[in-house]
């Protein structure tokens, strides 16, 4: 059998693990990890970055199945699931390692993110301009093992019901057809 096509996104929007929450759902996402990007320091440590003082952003590297979801279509849900005009900020998660970016791998995933930025704003998805980050690829350093998977070992936990649920909610009303 021939091993599936694969390619990799790496997206920032505030605290990953409400990017991750919803990513692991949708239909075609193959691994989703949290992590850190975009920084100067090698291997950071989630005391480090949350200190806001070692450029990276908190993200999830998002392992997908072209053939099964486009790039386009994850960046629109990335786009919906989170507030892309407020610079270094995500509800009471403030400073640049919450700020909203999107690394892209590829001139192709590049042009995508421009047309989907561009399409929120056309249709005035926002009251306010999209401020996400297009950036080059950074190296990508994997979030300690407590990060990995959060939501799903801490449902009951007040930040997973008050911040994190409410995102799935409308990731499924808004996308039921991409629900694994």
């Known amino acids: 059998m021939a091993e599936q096509n694969r390619e990799t996104a790496i997206l920032g929007g ?9 990513f692991q759902k949708v239909k075609g996402v193959e691994a989703v990890v949290s992590g850190y990007s975009g920084g100067y ?10 200190s806001g003082r070692t450029g990276h952003a908190e993200v999830v590297n998002v392992v997908f199945n072209p053939e099964v979801i486009s790039y386009e279509v994850l960046l629109s849900i990335f786009f919906t699931i989170h507030d892309p005009t407020t610079l270094n900020r995500q509800g009471a998660d403030v400073g640049t390692q919450y700020r909203s970016v999107i690394f ?14 561009a399409q929120f704003e056309e ?14 690829e950074a190296p990508f350093y994997r979030a300690e093992d407590y990060h990995q998977n959060y939501f799903r070992n801490n449902p009951d936990q007040p930040y997973c019901r008050v911040v994190i649920e409410p995102k799935v909610v409308k990731f499924r009303s808004r996308f039921a057809e991409w629900l694994k």
């Open 14 to 22: 505030g605290c990953f693990w409400c990017l991750e929450a919803v």
């Open 41 to 50: 320091i090698k291997n950071p440590a989630y005391r480090e970055v949350t």
């Open 104 to 117: 892209y791998l590829s001139e192709e995933q590049k042009r995508t993110a421009e047309k989907v930025m």
């Open 123 to 136: 249709q005035k998805v926002y009251n306010n301009p999209i401020v996400t980050q297009l950036v080059e």
